[in-house]
């Protein structure tokens, strides 16, 4: 038996494909970001959409979100570097008609907004600067870029062990964490001026009631905070556990 001291898996360009592309073969993609709480996301950032936008998911998984964003009406392309999860999302928005389709690392495209979901917090440091220059490469002039991640997350409660290699490393492959402050110094590097950014808990029972598609009958009311997040008002709710970060390319 190997009793030496778990050592943190080094992650590497191959091994993060390949992690991703194995998922693609599991049910944990159930537990995706999109699928659990899209909904609420797109209710948080309708009010910066339109219907005549051109959408970004960049990062867009399976297309879950993409899936929510056509069914609400919104026309959305997708980036995805995996490929295994590219075909499996071309399949199943191969229907919509606001589906724009996927575009890859040399597309010269340009769109009004830009979503990266639970996406910065996986990118190797060696891939940082290349990929933010990138995202904001594809958006217009005045375009927006609204980014979620983890709130100030534990890395390291968040850590899985295997036993076979003896090594240490994050269940969902995050490699940094953000506050408020730490991801809108970086973005602002790349020439992005945050609007505002939210510290919310994104739960569709917190955000569904009230809505005009996916709510109930109509006899419970949207939160009351939902009004501030609409005019740009920063907004702490909840756990807390999601940071929303709104921004304008300058």
């Known amino acids: ?22 998922l693609t073969h599991t049910r944990l993609l159930e537990l995706g970001f999109s699928r659990q709480v899209g909904k609420s996301l797109i209710i948080v950032i309708e009010h910066l959409l339109k219907k005549d936008s051109r959408i970004l998911d960049f990062g867009a998984g399976d297309g879950d979100l993409i899936d929510l964003l056509c069914e609400r009406g919104y026309t959305t392309a997708a980036f995805e570097d995996s490929k295994e999860r590219q075909e499996l999302l071309k399949n199943k928005l191969s229907g919509h008609i606001k589906f724009l389709g996927a575009i890859d690392k ?9 979503i990266m979901a639970e996406v910065i917090e996986h990118i190797l440091d060696e891939d940082l600067e290349q990929t933010l220059e990138k995202v ?31 090594q240490l490393f994050h269940r969902w492959q995050h490699v940094r964490s953000f506050t408020e402050q730490s991801l809108s110094d970086l973005l602002s590097e790349y020439g992005i001026e945050k609007i505002t950014t939210h510290c919310l808990e994104l739960n569709d029972s917190i955000f569904l009631p009230g809505d005009r598609m996916w709510g109930d009958d109509g006899n419970q009311k949207p939160p009351s905070f939902l009004n501030e997040i609409r005019q740009n008002i920063s907004v702490k709710a909840g756990s807390e556990q999601n940071l929303i970060f709104i921004g304008r390319k300058i």
């Open 136 to 166: 904001v490469s594809l958006l217009d002039p005045e375009g927006i870029l609204i980014i979620t991640t983890p709130n100030n997350e534990d890395l390291e409660l968040s850590m899985t062990y295997c036993p076979v290699s003896n």
């Open 1 to 22: 038996m190997n009793e030496s001291k778990p050592q943190k898996l080094k992650w590497t360009p191959e091994l993060v494909q390949k992690f991703w592309d194995g």
């Open 106 to 114: 040399y597309s010269v495209n340009s769109f009004d907004v830009i």
